[in-house]
């Protein structure tokens, strides 16, 4: 199998051959609580976007709660898996393509969802990822997820040290929620690691 995460294939692969350990298989409690809320804080016809959406669980849910929903998957084997899920619903698009460089003529986004994304991807590529965000969310907006705390090597997942949000997100991001996922809320595969976290897009860059 290809050994770069940046590839489409080292995910295809995985995809069809089944080992997709990092799928929760429905939508995680704390996504639930927070689209419960969202509609106090949303925009009318707010817009959505789920990069490395994989299986596309939570799109429904997005969709249910009133956003219009795009998802974007390197991975053709994921983006087909996220389409069977969500069939024809209107206001949903689930897109192959690559995050970093697809053009998004629906943006500026409302809100962004992080799901098992950036610990999927090198490191290296997280300060361009964080940068995407800012490009794509519009001031105001919202990043909400999941974020994998922990070990790096052997990775994915590339875990994230406990000084490292801060200095990832602080420039064009408020923090404004921070929880440990309780275990019993995470596969095994990340039990005890996972945070789920909330930030606002910064106006202007500091």
Not at 34 to 54: N, T, V
Not at 165 to 175: D, N, Q
Request: aromatic fraction near 12%; hydrophobic fraction near 40%.
């Amino acid at each position: 199998m290809p050994e770069s995460p940046t590839d489409p294939v080292f995910w295809n692969q995985r995809y069809l051959a089944g080992q997709t350990p990092w799928d929760f298989g429905g939508v995680p409690l704390a996504l639930r609580r927070y689209l419960a809320g969202a509609s106090a804080r949303r925009r009318e016809s707010p817009r959505a976007l789920i990069p490395g959406c994989g299986s596309g669980h939570e799109i429904a849910a997005f969709a249910d709660a009133g956003y219009d929903v795009t998802a974007i998957d390197i991975s053709s084997a994921a983006a087909a898996r996220a389409r069977a899920q969500t069939g024809a619903r209107t206001g949903v698009q689930v897109i192959e393509g690559d995050f970093f460089t697809h053009v998004f003529p629906d943006g500026p986004f409302d809100c962004i969802y992080e799901r098992t994304f950036l610990c999927a991807l090198p490191p290296a590529l997280w300060p361009r990822m964080v940068a995407r965000y800012a490009e794509l969310l519009r001031p105001g907006g919202a990043l909400a997820g999941f974020y994998l705390f922990g070990e790096k090597e052997d990775g994915p997942p590339f875990g994230l040290a406990t000084d490292e949000p801060e200095r990832l997100f602080s420039a064009a991001f408020t923090l404004t929620r921070d929880e440990p996922v309780p275990a019993a809320e995470s596969l095994e595969f990340f039990a005890g690691r996972e945070h789920w976290q909330e930030r606002i897009r910064k106006t202007k860059a500091s």
